[in-house]
């Protein structure tokens, strides 16, 4: 079955520090994949998309992913993080199978900045 | 304004009593779906509809339906509400592109309590 692994629940770093956050998924054929932001009480805002091409996207606010196939991974990165980053961050995976369109969710990481 | 709209935003029922979330959106997107959000496993996603009178199971879909009878309204229903269906839910709308989701518009969110 596919799925969507983010390993760290909660990563700490201190603001203007550089981020990472990991996501690697599991499916058969290469997945389209998103990342989402969540604030507190809020909607999910989404950061940055890949369906195919360059296999480094730019988001909004300063984020980047890069997608490495032979490491099934699509990691975010951002070079210097601002207090107003800290929220909950979702990576997601799509498939088109069957006729169908199912998205499967990472169980997110929820990023604390410390200043 | 661009959105996606749910009612209620908060609900508390019982057991057994049937009850309807609605979820709308004035984008004339045609994916549509229904997420809900436990503590530690993210976004599950309950159903999904590709168009009008087009809907599929999505990884939850067991205790729900729903039904798209037009291309702006997905309503999620309840018929026999029961505690494990406790949760904050999602509605959230994207337009297909070749098949794939763009992105999604996220709904503000539904928390359910079933006593």
């Known amino acids: 079955a596919q799925s969507v692994t983010q390993p760290d629940i909660h990563i700490t770093v201190s603001e203007g520090a550089s981020l990472e956050l990991r996501c690697n998924y599991s499916?058969?054929?290469?997945?389209?994949l998103f990342w989402y932001v969540q604030s507190p009480g809020q909607g999910l805002q989404l950061l940055l998309k890949y369906f195919s091409g360059d296999t480094l996207v730019q988001g909004i606010k300063g984020f980047e992913a890069e997608f490495k196939r032979s490491q099934s991974s699509f990691n975010l990165r951002k070079p210097s993080v601002h207090w107003s980053d800290a929220a909950e961050y979702f990576c997601a995976a799509g498939e088109v199978t069957g006729g169908g369109n199912k998205l499967t969710f990472g169980t997110g990481t929820q990023l604390k900045v410390e200043l | 304004e661009a959105q996606v709209t749910q009612n209620p935003r908060y609900l508390i029922t019982v057991t057994g009593k049937k009850l309807t979330v609605t979820c709308s959106q004035n984008m004339n997107h045609e994916y549509m779906s229904w997420y809900r959000q436990d503590p530690g496993l993210g976004l599950r996603q309950i159903y999904y509809s590709m168009n009008v009178e087009v809907t599929d199971k999505g990884d939850v879909p067991e205790g729900y339906k729903v039904s798209r009878k037009e291309k702006r309204n997905f309503p999620l229903i309840l018929e026999s509400p029961s505690p494990n269906q406790t949760s904050l839910y999602f509605c959230a709308s994207s337009y297909l592109a070749g098949g794939i989701q763009e992105t999604q518009y996220f709904g503000p969110g539904t928390r359910l309590l079933v006593l």
């Open positions: 499916y058969g054929a290469t997945p389209y």
